[in-house]
């Protein structure tokens, strides 16, 4: 063999770099599902099927474009896999086939790239990694932009982003005559609720992803949540992704920007684009999906605050999370700015949703059940009590890799770790997403129909969101009494009495130490 082309599982584009001086003939394409990949964290059924199922169709797709694939794929009758980790496969591929070079694109996982570089090592074997064109902005790129800068923000990148593509510019200034609406983004349902949102495509799963679903549900079938052909509807193929994205451009870009911060319950996606696992995967590329947006403002069926809201979520915030993992691996993933303890985990209704939070309750029963939450369920439910109850930042991260659909560390790490938790001590977000069940009540209905009062801090009914958070401040005063940003909230701290902090304390123990049925 030639070139051994390394396709990883959230590589599936055909115009990869990867694959730009492929020889059908000389060239073998190497893919692999491995066992250890799906248990390095103990992942939903759900993520699982969204991985490999369109694995196996990038498979069939290359096949079909004449290129050989060597594909290891686990079996569904639930025998061992015949190695089980990502190096071992690779190991035994490089030892029963004579390959003089190995290919693949920058991988998105450090993990995974400190791997290659071993096997490439040990087996004597010539490693090329090329640069991820899918993105914007290339590693070197962003550590150019970031060299020399006392803080990285989010802002100043976005707007270099947009001059340097040429995005939504009208010659050296914004379209709109300004670069940000995110005060636009904040609206909410009021009291007479969403409405009917437009639904979202329901893609049936053929021969080759039921194949996928059978093996999952044999070999993981200790994982959390359950799969089955009527619940899984996730793109598998690019002509699907692309469905998605048609309809997302058609029916629901146009209030994206208004509902972008709300909420409301047993909505599952409201006007998000559910667009993440296809683009992480490759499926879609980001510039197409910006350009269908502007081509929607242009053509006037989008107006401007959904139309930038949506590029500064691709261009500004999905570059710049990437651009921060991998200028700070590895030691990014140990940072633990709050000093949570090591052995703090996420509570358990965050494995199963039996909660009488109806905020958590909700968000977790639409994570079981597709393997998705919108992102202010995310950060402002899920994330937020998970930074409040002091969970360690790497678990968190953990529990998020294991449950979310498109979840990959470069991504998730950042956002996990990083910007809800705020484990990074501030590069990801000037001051920690905190807030108390006031935050929520304001944003959706939830609050309507739970047994708790976001109003409270103490006592029985008191919200678990608004004991924790005033507990929070207290902890962490120290920590952010320079921070500008935190003046008005420590200075209503300061504004509570002492037998009412005493209280506060002490139920937020009892629920730290799971005390409380909550
Ligand atoms: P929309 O709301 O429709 O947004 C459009 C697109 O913008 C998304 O599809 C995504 O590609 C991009 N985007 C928006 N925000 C971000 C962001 N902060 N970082 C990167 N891209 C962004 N996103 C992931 O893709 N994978 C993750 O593992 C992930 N983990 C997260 C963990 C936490 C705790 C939080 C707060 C956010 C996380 N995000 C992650 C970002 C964001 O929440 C999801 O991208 C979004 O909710 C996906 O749903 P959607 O496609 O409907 O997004
Ligand atoms: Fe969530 Fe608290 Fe509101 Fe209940 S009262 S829905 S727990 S914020």
Known sequence: IRNLVIVLGDQLNHDSAALDDFDNQRDRVWMAENQEEATHVWCHKFRLVGFFAPMRHFRDEL????????????????????????????????????????????????RVLESLKTVADEQS??????????????????????????????????????????????????????????????????????????????????????DVIDMVNQ????????????????????SEALTLLREFIKHRLCRFGDYQDAMWSDQKYLYHSRLSHAINLHLLSPREVVDKAIAAFDSGDAPINSVE?????????????????????????????????????????????????ACVADAMRLLIEAGYAHHIQRLMVLGLFAQLYGTHPAKFHQWHMAMYNDAVDWVSLPNALGMSQWGDGGLMATKPYCASGKYI???????????YNPDEATGDDACPFTTLYWDFLDRHQQQFKNNTRMTMQLKNLQRKDASQMNAIRDRAQMIRRDELDL
């Open 63 to 110: 096949s079909e474009k004449g290129r050989q694939v060597l594909y290891h794929a686990l079996p569904t009758d639930g025998r061992k896999a015949r190695t089980s980790n990502f190096a071992s496969l690779l190991t035994t591929t490089l030892n029963e086939h004579d390959v003089q070079k190995m290919i693949v694109v920058h991988p998105g996982d450090h």
């Open 309 to 357: 809201g949506f590029v500064r979520q691709i261009l500004g915030w999905r570059e710049f999370v990437r651009g921060i993992y991998w200028t700070h691996m590895p030691d990014y993933q140990n940072r633990n700015a709050l000093q949570c303890d090591d052995d703090q985990d996420v509570p358990s209704f965050f494995w199963d949703g039996k909660t009488d939070m």
């Open 441 to 451: 009540k304001r944003m959706g209905n939830h609050c309507k129909g739970c047994r």
């Open 219 to 238: 070999r993981f079938d200790d994982h959390p949540g359950k799969v089955d052909a009527s619940s899984f509807d996730l793109p598998v193929t690019r």
């Open 125 to 210: 074997v010539a490693l090329e990694i090329r640069d991820d064109r899918h993105f914007y902005c290339t590693i070197d790129q962003f550590r150019d932009w970031a060299d020399g800068r006392n803080s990285l923000v989010l802002e100043t990148f976005y707007r270099h982003m947009r001059k340097q593509h040429d995005v939504l510019m009208d010659g050296g200034d914004p379209v709109s005559g300004v670069w940000n609406h995110d005060k636009e983004n904040r609206g909410t349902f009021g009291k007479s609720g969403p409405g009917d949102v437009p639904h979202t495509h329901h893609f049936r799963p053929d021969d080759v992803t039921q």
